[in-house]
């Protein structure tokens, strides 16, 4: 099975910065990458599919970039809503695999 | 309004059985492969299943295969999932997801609130 590696799996920072959080592939998953955010109790909710396209009604301040192996998300300036666990999911192939999730907190 | 509601979750002891169900609204539902993934507590995110648009083709992760069963009733508009054996570690909030299609790209766009499971003595 495709092991997805998440960096870092916490994260402290402040509204208005720009951050970014890393995915790992353990074998190249050309760009069948998605980003889901989950806030506590709720479900999670697409951000970016395919990489790098923005799921519609998602703010243009988050943005997905990569191939292969190494993939990207960006929250170019954080709003107080942004706080949530980030969760990268390969589409490549079956078992569908998650990261392990990278939770975004207020600092 | 597009939408996915999951019921059927409780406690359950070790060894029972539930089955899961996720009722499913706004949408053309024949038209979609369906995933069940869980979330044990404090833990991520595990695909556990998907089954296509007639039922016909259904895949599981290792660790449930030959305990779950999955299945659809398009005419009803509703997904399920019948959970036997049930292990401590099925522990677990379940959540329902619609995947959508962008020619190869498949992606959860939609999801239900998810239905709690725990297995307890």
């Known amino acids: 099975d495709i092991q997805m590696t998440q960096s870092p799996s916490s994260l402290s920072a402040s509204v208005g910065d720009r951050v970014t959080i890393t995915c790992r592939a353990s074998?190249?998953?050309?760009?069948?990458l998605n980003w889901y955010q989950q806030k506590p109790g709720k479900a999670p909710k697409l951000l970016i599919f395919a990489a790098s396209s923005l799921q519609s009604g998602v703010p243009s301040r988050f943005s997905g970039s990569g191939s292969g192996t190494e993939f990207t998300l960006t929250i170019s300036s954080l709003q107080p809503e942004d706080f949530a666990t980030y969760y990268c999911q390969e589409s490549f192939t079956t078992p569908i695999i998650f990261g392990q999730g990278t939770k975004l907190e207020i600092k | 309004e597009v939408q996915l509601v999951e019921s059927g979750g409780g406690l359950v002891q070790p060894g029972g059985s539930l089955r899961l169900s996720c009722a499913a609204s706004g949408f053309t539902f024949s038209r979609y492969w369906m995933y069940w993934v869980r979330q044990a507590p404090g833990k991520g995110l595990e695909w556990v299943a998907n089954i296509n648009q007639d039922g016909s083709e259904q895949r599981y992760v290792g660790s449930v295969r030959g305990r779950f069963t999955a299945s659809r009733d398009n005419a009803k508009n509703s997904l399920y999932l019948q959970m036997n054996s049930l292990r401590a570690e099925d522990t677990a909030a379940y959540y329902c997801?619609?995947?959508?299609?962008?020619?190869?790209?498949?992606?959860?766009?939609?999801w239900g609130k998810g239905t709690t499971v725990t297995v307890s003595s």
């Open positions: 997801a619609r995947v959508a299609a962008d020619g190869n790209f498949y992606y959860m766009d939609v």
């Open positions: 074998q190249t998953i050309s760009n069948f």
